[in-house]
C-alpha cells in the first residue's frame, strides 16, 4: 500500500525541493488571501506542497515538510512543538503519495476527481483532524470554537479551489521533460 518509491536524491532533485521550500515560505507569507474576512484565509502554499509532492515522493516529500517545520520553529521565534512537525510529515507523505509519479490531464474526468479525492484526503486529515485537535491540546481552543466561532468549517469551501488550481497548473508542469524526469514518468 505504501510502497511509492522515492526518487533519487541528485544535485538537481536537492536544489529544486530547496527553490520549493523558499517558494513555500514566500506563497504562504506574501500570497495568503482572506476570502471571507477574519474567517477563511486562502493560501497558495498548497501549489509548492504539491510540486515537492509530485518531485520528491512520499518519503522524500516527508523529509522535506520536517526540515521545512523545523526551519520555520526556527525563523519565527514560535515554540518548537515536535507533533506540529510530525502533522507536516504525515501532510509531506500524503502529497507524494498522491502525486508522485500520477501524470494528470486537465481533459480527464477521472484526473479531476482522482485531484478531488486526494486534496479531499489531505485537507481532511490535516486542515479538519489534526491542526483542530493539536490546537485543542496546546493552545486550549476547543474543536467546536475551531469549527464554528473561528470559520475552520468554511476551509471546505477551498477544496475546489485547490482542485481546480492544480489541475490547472500539474498537466501543464507534465509537459516539461526534466520535471517528468524527475518525476519517474517515463513517456
Not at 474567517?39 to 522524500?60: C, D, E, Q
Not at 521565534?77 to 503519495?97: D, K, N, S
Amino acid at each position: 500500500m505504501f510502497s511509492k518509491k522515492s526518487p533519487k536524491l541528485g544535485v538537481q532533485l536537492l536544489v529544486v525541493l530547496a527553490m520549493l521550500i523558499a517558494i513555500r515560505y514566500i506563497l504562504g507569507h506574501y500570497f495568503s488571501f482572506w476570502i471571507i474576512p477574519q474567517m477563511l484565509k486562502v493560501s497558495l502554499s498548497f501549489i509548492a506542497n504539491t510540486l515537492i509532492g509530485m518531485l520528491a515522493g512520499p518519503w522524500l516529500a516527508m523529509i522535506v515538510f520536517v526540515v521545512n517545520d523545523v526551519l520555520t520553529a526556527l525563523n519565527s521565534g514560535y515554540p518548537f512543538i515536535i507533533w506540529f512537525t510530525l502533522l507536516e510529515a504525515v501532510q509531506g507523505f500524503l502529497y507524494g503519495y498522491f502525486y508522485y509519479g500520477k501524470k494528470l490531464d486537465i481533459h480527464s474526468k477521472k484526473d479531476w476527481l482522482y485531484v478531488l479525492s486526494a486534496t479531499s484526503v489531505i485537507m481532511g486529515i490535516g486542515t479538519f483532524f489534526l491542526t483542530p485537535l493539536l490546537n485543542q491540546i496546546y493552545q486550549h481552543v476547543p474543536i467546536s470554537v475551531q469549527f464554528f466561532a473561528q470559520g475552520r468549517i468554511f476551509k471546505i469551501l477551498e477544496i475546489p479551489f485547490r482542485v481546480v488550481v492544480t489541475m490547472i497548473f500539474l498537466p501543464q508542469l507534465h509537459r516539461i521533460p526534466e520535471i517528468r524526469k524527475l518525476m519517474g514518468i517515463k513517456k
